[in-house]
């Protein structure tokens, strides 16, 4: 599955646990810079280890 966020054509590897929205399956650069949102959990897939190094 793609990163949820627009014109990202990277694979979702991380699953963004967000209070205030509905969670979100996003690509690891989008994860680190979304996750330092207060309250957003950052939750990466154990499948998906190579991914998370891109």
């Not at 949820?4 to 690891?28: K, Q």
């Amino acid at each position: 599955m793609e990163c949820t966020e627009p014109d990202c054509e990277r694979a979702g590897t991380v699953e963004l646990h967000i209070p205030w929205d509905d969670n979100r399956l996003v690509c690891a650069p989008h994860a680190r810079v979304l996750g330092r949102q207060d309250g957003v959990v950052a939750d990466p897939s154990p499948d998906s280890g190579d991914e998370l190094l891109e």
